[in-house]
C-alpha cells in the first residue's frame, strides 16, 4: 500500500509543469533599468549630435574626395559609326568641384564584328562573329591611383531564393558529386542532355557577366597603355572555396550560356574547363548581390596614375541586357583610406547628428520654460480628475 502511495506521488511530481525554483526561471535576476530624466536625457542627446556631425562631416568630405566616371553601353550594338553619347548615359563625379562637365567632350561609342575574343583565354573554335563597342572618352584631370574598373548592372535579380541556392560549394572546390545531390543543389542545370555533368553547374555560374573589357589606350598616343589586372579583385577567403575540378574531361560540360566558347558546345583537350582556382572574376560573379542595381569589380591598377587625356576601352559584348530591360555600365573609380563613393553614409550621419542636437535644443527650452518635478504624484492617473478617464468615459459612468 506504501509502495503504490508512493508510486502515485512520484507521478504527480513527474506531471507538475511548475518551474524549478531559480533566480532565472522565477524572474528574480538582477535588473538594471534606466531612469530617463532631462539630466541624463539632455546630455545624451547632445553628445551624440557632437559625435555624429563631425563624423558625417568626414565621410561626405572623403566621399568627395573620389573621382569616378560611368558610362552606359547597353545600346552600343546599335551604332556602326561614332556617336556622341547623351547626357543621360554618363556621369562624371569628380574631386574638382569646379570642374564643368558641360565643357567636356562627351563620350563616343561604336561597334563592329570580330573574330576572336578580348580574353586571350578564350578561344573561337566555332567562329563566332563578336560584337566589339569601342568608347572614347574623356579624363579631364589625373586620377590618382589604385583605379578600380566595375561593370555595373541594373534589373538584374541575384536575390532571389532558388538562384542564390542554385550552385554546388564541394563542385567549385573541385570535388566529384553524386548525381542526387546535383539533382539537389543545382537542378535545372545539374546535367545537359545528354546527361553529362554541367560544370560549373547552377543558375549563378550559367548566368555569369562574360563581357571583357580591353587595357585602356590612349586616343592621342596609342604607344600609350594603361593595363589593369584582373588579379587580387577576390577576397583571400574565396580563393581557398575554388580548385581544379577532379571529373574527366568526358564526364562533364560546359553551362548553357558557355557553350558557344567550346567546340559543338563540348569540353575538349584544347579547350579544357577552366580551372576555377584561378578565375577570381567567377568569384566576384559568385557572391550575389542583394539588390538589382549593383556593380561588381572587373580590373585594377595598383601602381599608376590615369592621366588627363582622351582614352580608348573595347569591350567584346557578349551579355545581352536589354532582352530583360536592363542596362551594364562600364565605371572607373579611384579610391581612400574609407572607401569609394558614398556620400549617402555621411549624409546619414549629419542627419542623425543634427537630428539629436535640434531634439535636445527643443527638450532644453521646454524643460526651462517648464519643468516637469520629478517624483511628483499628482500626474498618476487615478489622482486627475475623474481618475484619468476620458470625459466620455465618466459621463457614461456618472449615468449608470
Same mark, same amino acid.
Given at each position: 500500500m506504501a509502495k503504490k502511495e508512493k508510486d502515485e506521488q512520484s507521478e504527480e511530481v513527474k506531471k507538475s509543469r511548475k518551474p524549478q525554483d531559480g533566480p532565472f526561471r522565477q524572474q528574480r535576476l538582477p535588473a538594471w533599468q534606466p531612469v530617463l530624466t532631462p539630466r541624463t536625457v539632455l546630455p545624451t542627446l547632445f553628445i551624440l549630435g557632437v559625435l555624429f556631425c563631425p563624423a558625417g562631416g568626414l565621410l561626405w568630405w572623403n566621399s568627395n574626395k573620389v573621382d569616378q566616371i560611368m558610362i552606359d553601353y547597353t545600346y552600343c550594338q546599335e551604332y556602326t559609326e561614332p556617336v556622341y553619347l547623351a547626357p543621360s548615359l554618363y556621369d562624371y563625379q569628380l574631386s574638382d568641384k569646379k570642374f564643368n562637365i558641360s565643357t567636356m567632350q562627351a563620350p563616343t561609342y561604336y561597334y563592329k564584328n570580330e573574330s576572336s575574343f578580348l580574353d586571350p583565354t578564350w578561344g573561337n573554335p566555332n567562329n563566332l562573329s563578336i560584337p566589339r563597342c569601342t568608347i572614347d572618352f574623356t579624363i579631364p584631370q589625373t586620377m590618382k591611383g589604385p583605379i578600380f574598373m566595375y561593370y555595373r548592372l541594373t534589373e538584374f535579380y541575384q536575390n532571389h531564393r532558388q538562384y542564390i541556392k542554385n550552385f554546388d560549394a564541394d563542385q567549385l572546390f573541385g570535388d566529384t558529386v553524386s548525381d542526387s545531390t546535383l539533382h539537389t543543389s543545382c537542378d535545372p542545370l545539374a546535367f545537359n542532355d545528354a546527361g553529362k555533368v554541367i560544370f560549373p553547374c547552377g543558375l549563378i555560374a550559367n548566368s555569369m557577366f562574360n563581357d571583357t573589357a580591353s587595357d585602356l589606350i590612349s586616343v592621342d598616343n596609342n604607344s600609350q597603355i594603361f593595363a589593369m589586372s584582373p588579379h587580387n579583385i577576390a577576397w583571400p577567403s574565396d580563393k581557398q572555396k575554388y580548385g581544379p575540378t577532379k571529373?574527366?574531361? %568526358?564526364?562533364?560540360?560546359?553551362?548553357?550560356?558557355?557553350?558557344?566558347?567550346?567546340?559543338?558546345?563540348?569540353?575538349?583537350?584544347?579547350?579544357?574547363?577552366?580551372?576555377?582556382?584561378?578565375?577570381?572574376?567567377?568569384?566576384?560573379?559568385?557572391?550575389?548581390?542583394?539588390?538589382?542595381?549593383?556593380?561588381?569589380?572587373?580590373?585594377?591598377?595598383?601602381? %599608376?596614375?590615369?592621366? %588627363? !587625356? +582622351?582614352?580608348?576601352?573595347?569591350?567584346?559584348?557578349?551579355?545581352?541586357?536589354?532582352?530583360?530591360?536592363?542596362?551594364?555600365?562600364?565605371?572607373?573609380?579611384?579610391?581612400?583610406?574609407? !572607401?569609394? +563613393?558614398?556620400?549617402?553614409?555621411?549624409?546619414?550621419?549629419?542627419?542623425?547628428?543634427?537630428l539629436c542636437i535640434l531634439l535636445g535644443l527643443l527638450f532644453t527650452v521646454r524643460h526651462c520654460i517648464k519643468p516637469r518635478k520629478l517624483g511628483d504624484e499628482s500626474y498618476l492617473s487615478w489622482n486627475q480628475p475623474g481618475g484619468g478617464l476620458p470625459s466620455a468615459k465618466r459621463k457614461h459612468l456618472h449615468k449608470e
Amino acid at each position: 500500500m506504501a509502495k503504490k502511495e508512493k508510486d502515485e506521488q512520484s507521478e504527480e511530481v513527474k506531471k507538475s509543469r511548475k518551474p524549478q525554483d531559480g533566480p532565472f526561471r522565477q524572474q528574480r535576476l538582477p535588473a538594471w533599468q534606466p531612469v530617463l530624466t532631462p539630466r541624463t536625457v539632455l546630455p545624451t542627446l547632445f553628445i551624440l549630435g557632437v559625435l555624429f556631425c563631425p563624423a558625417g562631416g568626414l565621410l561626405w568630405w572623403n566621399s568627395n574626395k573620389v573621382d569616378q566616371i560611368m558610362i552606359d553601353y547597353t545600346y552600343c550594338q546599335e551604332y556602326t559609326e561614332p556617336v556622341y553619347l547623351a547626357p543621360s548615359l554618363y556621369d562624371y563625379q569628380l574631386s574638382d568641384k569646379k570642374f564643368n562637365i558641360s565643357t567636356m567632350q562627351a563620350p563616343t561609342y561604336y561597334y563592329k564584328n570580330e573574330s576572336s575574343f578580348l580574353d586571350p583565354t578564350w578561344g573561337n573554335p566555332n567562329n563566332l562573329s563578336i560584337p566589339r563597342c569601342t568608347i572614347d572618352f574623356t579624363i579631364p584631370q589625373t586620377m590618382k591611383g589604385p583605379i578600380f574598373m566595375y561593370y555595373r548592372l541594373t534589373e538584374f535579380y541575384q536575390n532571389h531564393r532558388q538562384y542564390i541556392k542554385n550552385f554546388d560549394a564541394d563542385q567549385l572546390f573541385g570535388d566529384t558529386v553524386s548525381d542526387s545531390t546535383l539533382h539537389t543543389s543545382c537542378d535545372p542545370l545539374a546535367f545537359n542532355d545528354a546527361g553529362k555533368v554541367i560544370f560549373p553547374c547552377g543558375l549563378i555560374a550559367n548566368s555569369m557577366f562574360n563581357d571583357t573589357a580591353s587595357d585602356l589606350i590612349s586616343v592621342d598616343n596609342n604607344s600609350q597603355i594603361f593595363a589593369m589586372s584582373p588579379h587580387n579583385i577576390a577576397w583571400p577567403s574565396d580563393k581557398q572555396k575554388y580548385g581544379p575540378t577532379k571529373y574527366q574531361i %568526358s564526364q562533364i560540360a560546359p553551362p548553357p550560356n558557355w557553350a558557344l566558347r567550346y567546340p559543338n558546345g563540348e569540353y575538349t583537350e584544347e579547350y579544357p574547363p577552366p580551372d576555377l582556382a584561378t578565375q577570381e572574376r567567377f568569384m566576384v560573379w559568385m557572391h550575389v548581390a542583394a539588390l538589382s542595381d549593383f556593380r561588381k569589380i572587373w580590373a585594377r591598377n595598383d601602381t %599608376s596614375n590615369l592621366e %588627363s !587625356g +582622351r582614352w580608348r576601352v573595347s569591350i567584346d559584348m557578349n551579355f545581352n541586357t536589354a532582352q530583360y530591360g536592363g542596362q551594364k555600365w562600364i565605371v572607373l573609380t579611384t579610391t581612400t583610406a574609407m !572607401g569609394g +563613393r558614398n556620400p549617402y553614409l555621411g549624409i546619414a550621419y549629419l542627419a542623425i547628428g543634427a537630428l539629436c542636437i535640434l531634439l535636445g535644443l527643443l527638450f532644453t527650452v521646454r524643460h526651462c520654460i517648464k519643468p516637469r518635478k520629478l517624483g511628483d504624484e499628482s500626474y498618476l492617473s487615478w489622482n486627475q480628475p475623474g481618475g484619468g478617464l476620458p470625459s466620455a468615459k465618466r459621463k457614461h459612468l456618472h449615468k449608470e
